[in-house]
């Protein structure tokens, strides 16, 4: 019976993103050069652009992220709206000793100073101000922040100004200073909170706390996981083992502490694509968890390697999720716009 329920569930499930998709489509068309696009169809063509990133090289591009945000919208007594967003490299322009933030100073080769720093804030604000209508996001995670400065100049933007937010996040050991963070409304009910430590084993570059958080929402419990595993930096193959050990944590600390009648929104920049073994083989093999990655059967992506798409960042939801009246997955994907893509100059 089980068995049978579960085929039933998936095959609702796929119905659903069929039926999403269809109703998407109309709504990712823009113009460029006189040629509509429509990104789960041209992705892949030449001339699509990929995320205009905040720099390259010694360049300045004046750019957003070198990501795209993802996002899913709940079907409640009103939508609920989240998000996930690599902001790639938002740090502000004063030097913390504690961490390696030279590259981001006045002083660097990239010059990173206080016009650059708003004008980036102006970027991201106009992302956030998109993504649901001009309408602010219910939930926000992001991941490579600085602290928490950088949060709340993000949150001083126009677009915000009627923010109810609350943050949470602490400085975590990457080196590098880069964090993770939720940003919650008051549609949510706070329960609890945790940051999840990733200490490879072998190791020694600390890497990102998972941001736990456990809230009421519509007399549902949701608990939201926000991640930014450790990079290909070295290879794909020689670094798989420190994603996966990251997985396996994650893993754990589900099977060890959510309840089978809870659910479970797990999103961030993995690293690593839907197929492969981090996520395929071990995070969604979690006991008592039937775990569905909403991105594993779209086309493209969020993030463009060597002219290639993928969906490095993603949304893993519990199957529960697809079936409840009072708190139900109602659509998702990326966003992008033409004005989030660079070109490069033939």
Known sequence: MLLIKTLIMMYIYKMKKLLFISLLFPFLFFSQSSVEFDFYDDCGNENFGKPNRTYGGNNWYGGFSDHLPIYCRFEAKTDIFTMFYNVENLFDTIDDPRRNDNSFLPNSKKKWNTNKYFNKLEKLERVFSNINSDKIPNLIGLCEIENQQVVDDLLKQPFFSNHTFNIIHQESPDN???????????????????????????????????????????????????NHWPSRWGGKNETEHKRVYAANILKKYIEDNISKNENILIM????????????????????????????????CGSYNYKAKWGWLDQIIISSNLIEKRNLMVKDYGAFVKDWMLYKPKK
């Open 268 to 299: 961030g920049d993995f690293n690593d694509y839907p197929s492969d073994m981090s996520i395929n083989n071990n995070l969604m093999k979690a006991k008592n968890f039937n775990l569905v990655n909403l991105m594993s059967e779209l086309n």
């Open 176 to 226: 590098r200073g880069i964090d993770c963070a939720i940003l919650y409304d008051k549609e949510f009910s706070f329960i609890e909170s945790e940051f999840i430590t990733i200490k490879i084993p072998g190791s020694d570059k600390p890497t990102r706390d998972i941001v736990f958080a456990k809230f009421q929402i519509n007399n549902e419990i949701l608990n939201v996981f926000v």
